[in-house]
């Protein structure tokens, strides 16, 4: 991670970080990511490959977010879950449960510094948290969904400063058993 103070966070045995900082989400062609709370799709595929890629290490997310998740899908499991809210006592409510509460984004990433596998720590969304975390995630992992379906929230565009590294495939499409085409798409951030 770099560009970033609390990137710079003490771990806990006082050696500096060098933890690598990544968004990973799935998106439309238009850039949808959520529709009333949760993802208008269904790409199984998808799920396993967030899973395979966030297992092991802290995971960082909205309050909306980790209440899409249905209550016995969270914490996700293998990872702990630190989740970004501004209500004050929200941490004490049974929704909380399984969470690690804090109240910034700059708190999010300390905490990660202190969680298992935190050689990688991933943001998990959802539209208000990638945005907040442009300037400061180094990798962005975007499955793209051919699909045109319509949502409410949408994906933050990685244009300027970032860079598309490689696709899978790196021509055409993934196919899901649903018929879905998909493919994975890999960014670098180039600068502040
Ligand atoms: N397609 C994908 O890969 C993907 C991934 C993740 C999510 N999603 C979808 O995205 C949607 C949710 O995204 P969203 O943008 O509505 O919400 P979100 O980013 O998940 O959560 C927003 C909430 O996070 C808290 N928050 C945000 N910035 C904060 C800050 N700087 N400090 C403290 N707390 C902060 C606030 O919680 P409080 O209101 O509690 O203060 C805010 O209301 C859902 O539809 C979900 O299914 C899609």
């Given at each position: 991670m770099s560009g970033h103070p609390s990137h710079?966070?003490?771990?806990p045995d006082s050696r500096e970080s060098a933890s690598q900082l990544g968004m990973v989400w799935a998106q439309t062609t238009k850039g949808v990511i959520g529709r009333g709370g949760t993802m208008p799709w269904h790409l199984p595929e998808d799920?396993?490959?967030?899973?395979?890629?966030?297992?092991?290490?802290?995971?960082?997310?909205?309050?909306?977010?980790?209440e899409s998740?249905?209550?016995?899908?969270?914490p996700l499991p293998g990872r702990t879950n630190i989740v970004v809210t501004r209500q004050e006592g929200?941490?004490?409510?049974?929704?909380?449960?399984?969470?690690?509460?804090v109240s910034s984004l700059d708190e999010a990433l300390l905490e990660s510094q202190f969680a298992p596998g935190n050689d990688h720590v991933w943001i998990v969304g959802g539209g208000e948290i990638y945005r907040q975390s442009m300037g400061l995630a180094d990798v962005a992992v975007v499955t793209e969904i051919d699909s045109d379906v319509e949502g409410d929230t949408y994906a933050p565009e990685l244009g300027e400063h970032w860079r598309r590294?490689?696709?899978?495939?790196?021509?055409g499409w993934l196919e899901s058993k649903n018929g879905t085409k998909y493919r994975i798409a890999t960014w670098r951030r180039t600068e502040d």
């Open positions: 710079k966070a003490e771990s799920l396993k490959h967030f899973s395979s890629l966030t297992t092991g290490h802290p995971v960082i997310m909205g309050r909306k977010t980790w998740f249905p209550p016995k899908y969270r929200w941490a004490g409510t049974p929704e909380a449960e399984g969470a690690v509460v590294e490689s696709t899978d495939p790196a021509e």
